[in-house]
């Protein structure tokens, strides 16, 4: 069932193509439109008319300079919708479990990039202060097995979510997703190494699952499958259920911030909010767990 508020803002709608719902807008007009309607320019993506607008505008250097470094790839990759970031954040991702399974260099690449809480506190701890783990453990993995589940997951959610959101509020779901997961295990688990994007995907499972809901559609199979999911973290060994919950929790209220700021006038205090969550996911990680293994 559609919910009222979804079916009275039209924002939430392409302007040329009304019953396809997007998150994205054109950066000239922004009017909303879908990944038919997005061509990628300078300022990011545009609609067709104020690409058309554009065009008549340019200077005859401008088109010369078109004619020679145009790049329709660039532009058919957009129209279509195709998902850039996942197809990036795949290929980093892969390439870093790849090098892993060169013998000698497993070991050596998960202890350089895996998050361990006490990197966090030199002051408790005789280890260096290294705070990026809290985001590089998101690409590496335990194993093929482990790599090979979360790049299948990961290639699933963003074909339906990346076009939707668009590539800026994409990305920053699923990073700050990663983020949470890590906060996470901070607090509850501080003594586990963990590696992998298991709790950035859970953040895009459970970001889709709010977005979903606000659309109006059927969310009954991403329910299950994310309960499933996390429910397999608790029986299985050497799965951390801590980061699966952090990201989930961090994906939906990043979730519901989209779905609460759509409107124009609302851009910057999308990003305030964002920019607030992270700030108070680091004040959280860096104050509380010390407080806790210091009691």
Request: contains cysteine; aromatic residues 10%.
């Amino acid at each position: 069932m559609t919910t009222p508020e979804f079916t009275s803002n039209r924002d939430n709608f392409c302007y040329r193509h009304p019953d396809r719902q997007s998150f994205v807008l054109c950066q000239r007009c922004m009017r909303t439109i879908c990944p038919e309607c997005q061509t990628q320019a300078a300022v990011g993506v545009i609609c067709p008319e104020c690409m058309q607008e554009q065009r008549k505008n340019r200077t005859p250097a401008q088109k010369r300079a078109e004619r020679r470094w145009g790049n329709r790839g660039s532009v058919a990759a957009v129209r279509s919708g195709r998902p850039i970031v996942t197809y990036v954040l795949l290929a980093v991702t892969s390439f870093i479990g790849l090098v892993q399974l060169i013998p000698g260099l497993d070991g050596p690449i998960k202890q350089a990039l895996w998050f361990y809480a006490p990197y966090l506190y030199p002051n408790l701890f005789a280890l260096p202060f290294e705070p990026w783990r809290l985001m590089t453990a998101l690409f590496v993995h335990g194993g093929f097995v482990h790599l090979a589940l979360n790049m299948l997951a990961l290639w699933m959610l963003g074909q339906s979510l990346e076009p939707m959101l668009g590539r800026a509020r994409y990305l920053a779901l699923y990073l700050i997703s990663g983020l949470g997961g890590s906060v996470m295990v901070a607090l509850i688990a501080p003594g586990n190494p963990t590696v992998g994007a298991s709790g950035a995907i859970f953040g895009l499972m459970a970001g889709l699952l709010i977005i979903g809901r606000h659309i109006g559609a059927n969310v009954t199979g991403i329910l299950v499958i994310l309960g499933i999911n996390f429910a397999f973290g608790f029986f299985a060994g050497g799965i951390s259920w801590q980061a699966h919950l952090g990201g989930a929790i961090v994906g939906a209220l990043i979730a519901f911030i989209y779905t609460r700021t759509r409107r124009r006038e609302q851009r910057t205090w999308q990003i305030v909010l964002l920019s607030a969550t992270v700030v108070l996911l680091l004040a959280v990680v860096f104050l509380v767990p010390p407080l806790l293994l210091s009691a």
